[in-house]
């Protein structure tokens, strides 16, 4: 594929892309696109297509015990890259991509979902400006900005951002085209690691014999994959080892997420699921209204483990609450030799 380097023409873009796509400037495509391989991996993230494929040149090449050839991972140039989603429109919010020009992991962080949960966007402004030493770091973090400015969890109409996953850009529900937008976002830049930042009321560890949905705080939820598993427990254990015994804590895996299929090559078996993490609480439900949490990312973004972490209001300022939240990505950044 050939892009025309005209000096006052934009490029030619490949057809087909996401509107907002268009937007981007010639000189940010051709420095996101890196290369011919890189561009060829990115138009097919962006698509959600793959190479084409004769049916009978690949029943002839494959045998069938072989798994599909994993898309090469991407490595995007170095630079700060600053975009919009939902740009031109009173819902419009910014996000930044970080990039390296490293091979590395790649760390996508969500804030703002839900605008009375304020420990989790000012968090997410917080790591903006973390700057890794490989790899990527892309940040959105105040995603349903209007409500976060009106501190309440949704405006009404706009519907619940963290029920609307993969979104619909024809709904009449703002945040169902702002969930559409943020998963075309992330195909773009193919996380592996999906950091999701809420807040819930109460504390997981004070829930008492009765449990109850507002009981979630302190937690982090996982539907990875096992291999996934050992980084967040590491993460966990070296975050809960700096502070008080009230603020502990607790991973909760095998929740919503990703498909089931066989487990990556030398990876432990995946724990059973303790019965407290089976009966899900509300703000993890995964299917409600039309859509998933963030813990579905895995079926729309290949290799993307998403983590969704409440942190517990009561009883919690807020600067805290951001402080806690920082320190559990940044650690699980740091496990990921990024910074
Ligand atoms: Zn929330």
Not at 119 to 137: F, K
Not at 203 to 210: C, I, L, P, Q, S
Not at 221 to 235: D, E, F, R, V, Y
Not at 240 to 250: A, M
Request: hydrophobic share 35%; net charge neutral.
């Amino acid at each position: 594929m050939l892009l025309r380097m005209d000096r006052d023409r934009p490029a030619e873009l490949p057809a087909g892309l996401p509107g907002w796509l268009n937007r981007v400037s010639r000189r940010r495509f051709l420095a996101l696109s890196g290369g011919g391989a890189a561009l060829a991996a990115f138009v097919a993230a962006c698509s959600g297509d793959s190479r084409p494929t004769d049916p009978t040149t690949d029943l002839e090449a494959t045998p069938a015990s072989q798994p599909p050839t994993p898309t090469p991972e991407p490595v995007f140039a170095a630079g700060v890259e600053s975009f919009s989603l939902m740009a031109g429109t009173q819902w419009e919010t910014p996000g930044v991509a970080i990039h390296t020009g490293l091979p590395g992991s790649r760390v996508m962080v969500f804030g703002g979902v839900h605008g009375n949960e304020p420990g989790g966007w000012l968090a997410a402004e917080e790591i903006a400006r973390c700057r890794p030493r490989n790899g990527s770091l892309i940040v959105m973090p105040r995603l349903n900005r209007l409500s976060t400015q009106a501190m309440v969890r949704t405006i009404d109409g706009f519907g619940d951002l963290n029920r609307s996953y993969p979104g619909n850009p024809d709904s009449p529900l703002p945040m169902q085209r702002m969930a559409a937008e943020v998963v075309k976002v992330a195909q773009r830049y193919r996380p592996r690691w999906l950091f999701d930042l809420h807040e819930s009321w109460m504390f997981y560890n004070e829930r008492g014999a009765n449990g109850g949905t507002a009981f979630i705080g302190q937690t982090l939820s996982s539907g990875g994959a096992a291999a996934t598993i050992p980084l967040l427990q590491q993460t966990v254990q070296s975050v809960n080892s700096r502070i008080s015994q009230r603020e502990q804590f607790t991973l909760r895996t095998n929740i919503g997420g990703q498909p089931s299929g066989a487990p990556a090559a030398g990876s432990t078996p995946r724990p059973t699921a303790t019965p407290s993490s089976t009966a899900l609480p509300g703000s993890v439900t995964p299917q409600l209204a039309g859509g998933t949490t963030s813990l579905g990312f895995g079926r729309w973004v290949e290799g993307c483990t998403p983590v969704l972490i409440e942190m517990g209001q009561y009883g919690q300022d807020e600067g805290r609450r951001a402080e806690l939240h920082t320190m559990l990505v940044r650690t699980a950044m740091e496990r990921l030799e990024m910074l």
